[in-house]
């Protein structure tokens, strides 16, 4: 932490601020500037938050914090990348471009197993599929719920794909780790420290999803959570963030891939459906985020967009799916990666 | 909902939209434009988000909602303002503005008592203190948990202040109920739909707090989710917003008191601590709080900020928090209000 | 400035930091944290930028400037609260609230007389007014230019209300400044830095309005463009930024005032006409901004606001305009103010 | 354009409604829902704005939009993408990636011509380089002005390449015309109204910059005003919005790339420097740029960015460009293009 004073204060201000770094177990080295006084605080780096109550005293106008506030997750802990285990045949992270696809919401046998096969033919690695929806609207379909994960595990018996699903609360995280391979926070639940605490309890690999409003600091903060608990399978997820621009439904981050790939050796992947929300753009966003070096993809694929109990718009029809698959593998030998 | 064609669609696109509707169970009614067509939908509202999917057709450029997706918590269902009854004396939503004070955190019995005799004797009518913290990191000082709901209490009992403090999640929400008189939902769980169902089934007023990225529309929509539980004592509060000034720690959004009393009939507070993070601004942002309309506040008071465990920054000291009391008072009766 | 080591730097990454440090004319200062080196760059604040260029030095990590870029626009150069005299009788920053009031555009003789004497019977100091109008649209009513300069300045005959208006390029400044009394800046020229130097030389005070993507920070950089060139009469207004938020136009950031109060000496008025972009919430929105301690406010009222050819939804009709005024003066009493 | 009536609206108001709409010139068309009226006036599109003064009548809830506010950049008006022609051997919207690279400002002339050299030689199709610098700061490098665009000038006679440098203001606005062959618009100028009607007139195509809060929507809006005055060579540029993250200095929106290109037959670049701020992020997402479909990329490049006078960090070493032009080209390949 850098304490900065203020041009005016006094010696006795700069001794207050000196002693209390002291109590908190710092070492404070003053550097005299030509207007003011700036104090740096050294000493083990993770309780340092309670630096920031420095704030409150006479004469401090700043406290910035010169390191990143998590650990676990910060490659200057581990260098090398993680390549999370997710079955037999699947792992995230490594050379291979792992995708993700399915629909929205699991709303019927046929649906769900139509879907499985489709993606599964077009070369898609993991089923998606939601069973626990949480959703804006009271009004809104909430889910088939363990019904769902049913059907979700009928499918991977069908096509021998790992099943991704949401976890939307603790109560029913159990289960939902008994049907599915990885377990998904959306993006709503992203600072539910208490779900995070709950998942990291248990020994499933975790898609965790950026909030819309959260920063990529943030991020790291709330797989820290997981990882503190013990569970190191934590995959991380852009997903768009809220801004003023409407012309999509949310606003895509991929720069969040390569400077997520400079902080963490956690993998990255990409959500294009929810991040453009409109079908139109999701080939193209796929197509980047491979370029600028994501792990992987989750898409939404619906046989009967316009039916789709939810995010049919965003929803790519099985078709559809398969030629931009195509494209992808194109796109990922170029830099020596397969799909 | 409208649904607008886009310039080029043909007769069959056309045909497939109106017959859709109507299988939704909806009326189209076409207006025939100079370069395109246009269809109304009508119908029942609160089913319409299904509507949506018909932006997966051929030939339709955007579906446009016309109506509020909220319906128990609008002003057109209820035009008269909500009073919510906190406890013998207390009630949110009337003439009286009501000021809610205390620390960030409870930290000790010392540190809460003092506080609450303090913020009662400048004439706050409610006490504030988290026993339950949810912390960006996990290395964070968490709450004393139910020993801070113990302490809570007794200052109930010494100060007669009736109690609000923070629900992380279902499984400990009925142990916060039965210490407390109003359950708080924090920022980060304002979509966090489960929890929003549990205290919709509990029989305490519930103060809901805006999520950082949380349109006005979208807050109504979760307080919906507790008032279709059947718990009709919501609160509202504006906590700020995420923006890219940095200069506050959030933007607090103020005209979100008057947006918000022109659409539903629930009371509006706003806190200023959360919305600023800085203690110079609480006292100003306060007067302009209650000048625009607010039916309350909720403010960060510290005994001694500069050693608080959380959110030292933003807490005022309780001789401060008496001054801005004051100065309250004045402008509340400026418009035929009180404190 | 501070320059942060990665954790891995070694000693000739350090040397070099500290070679280039001192090339640029600053004493370095080493700090020895416990996983990596702190570095501070004493010496003259201004030219500091250069110093950000020390990010591309290998090994660095980080460069956090310490001190504020702005020099002329601080309240450490210059404590006292500026007074900035209009005309013989109005001046802005002192204990009187100023009230600038007035169309949109002016459209008409009889529109901007009719709106002058209106404001004027009702209180308002200063008569606004757009001639010169920046609109989003190459369709839209564009002002009357020279004509409309002629009638603000008619209006200011007969009523002796000083008068504000836009100044939009370079070419047309003199001629603006010739009419007017003030010159404003729009939001969209708040970056427009050739601009802002033209109205640096012209002597007459300067409304700037900030930017809507314009950190707090940034629009005392713009003042200082006007400062630097010689011109000290700067008001600042604040009229919204844009987030994610849609049921207001702009998001009006009223925090700003007291923020821009503890680190300027220039005045700070604030538009909620722009801020909500809604009349609903003009009165609600101008009691707050008063009350946070705002020294003026810039008010749209029209005669006629749905014929208005330009922001009649956000417009006060005279009647509504002046019952706000009986209530600003209310809440400016309070505070030991006038209105 | 579509009013809806309030739900408490009586017959009055709706006969205001429609006779404001006819005196407009549009035709109204009736819908009568199960709560209130909604309307919908049909008319030439262009001059629609003025039925936004609808929501100032009485009864009505508010206005909403249908039509896009542009004609000239829509592709309705023009299906086929533009091709816009630069020199002899380069034009801009085909089959080709342009790259345009250099200097975020000319230094000196052999700074100028190393990099001309250098960009050239790794494959770049025209030269970046500013003359006229808009900067934040008054004290920070305002450029080499006229003397700049001589030693572009230079540069061009000694490379081939044509040359993109900014115009500030419309004074030096013919000056930079004589010696550029692309007239850019920077991200803070572009609102700037006047500024954009004077390029419009002037014979060269134009590179205009999405400003830093504007949407794609008004992005075409500012293109819409070029066109409108004869200038058909507009190449529109994302060079990333303002968001509250901060680990990159902008947020690229790369999704904007595919949304533009389903609205106008302009073509568009992407700027990955400006876009992200970090020369670690350059590459990665100049890649996902190209692999979305972008029509080229704008990328700072500098002999020695450690003694930059601007954008260090975000400047690219000609090696590490060189290199990165090799993957861009093998992109470019996967989708039947070159660079």
């Known amino acids: 932490m850098i304490i900065v004073m203020k041009a005016g204060a006094d010696s006795q201000d700069k001794e207050a601020v ?4 002291m109590e908190l ?3 404070p080295h003053v550097i005299s500037g030509t207007t003011r006084d700036v104090i740096g605080a050294v000493g083990d780096e993770r309780g340092k938050l309670v630096l920031q109550s420095l704030e409150s005293l006479h004469g401090v106008e700043s406290v910035v914090p010169i390191l990143q506030p998590y650990k676990l997750a910060s490659k200057e ?3 090398t990348r993680d390549i999370v285990k997710i079955s ?10 792992i995708v993700m696809a399915g629909p929205c919401s699991v709303e019927s046998e046929e649906q769900i197993i139509e879907t499985a096969v489709a993606v599964k033919a077009a070369g898609a690695h993991i089923l998606r599929g939601g069973a626990f929806k949480p959703r804006t609207s009271p009004y809104s379909f909430q889910g088939l719920e363990e019904e769902g994960l049913k059907l979700l595990a009928k499918a991977r018996e069908i096509t021998g794909l790992p099943v991704v699903t949401e976890v939307i609360n603790i109560e029913t995280a159990d289960l939902v780790a008994d049907y599915s391979d990885i377990l998904q926070i959306g993006a709503r639940n992203s600072q539910n420290f208490a779900l995070l605490k709950k998942v990291g309890q248990l020994r499933k690999p975790v898609l965790l999803k950026r909030g819309m409003a959260m920063t990529i600091q943030e991020l790291l903060m709330s797989a820290e959570y997981i990882l503190a608990e013990g569970n190191q399978s934590v995959i991380l997820c852009e997903r768009g963030i809220r801004t003023f621009e409407t012309a999509t439904r949310n606003t895509l981050d991929l720069s969040a891939v390569p400077v997520l790939q400079s902080k963490t050796h956690l993998p990255v992947v990409v959500d294009p459906s929810h991040g453009t929300g409109n079908h139109h753009y999701v080939a193209p966003m796929s197509c980047a985020a491979v370029a600028c070096g994501a792990d992987g993809l989750i898409i939404e694929v619906h046989p009967d967009p316009e039916h789709a109990t939810s995010d049919g718009p965003q929803s790519l029809k099985p078709s559809t799916f398969a030629k931009m698959m195509e494209q992808l593998k194109k796109i990922a ?6 799909v």
């Open 18 to 21: 000196l002693k209390r770094i």
């Open 25 to 27: 177990g710092y070492t």
């Open 77 to 79: 802990v581990k260098p």
């Open 88 to 97: 037999e045949n699947v792992e995230i992270g490594g050379d291979k471009v």
């Open 333 to 338: 030998e170029v830099s020596g990666r397969t």
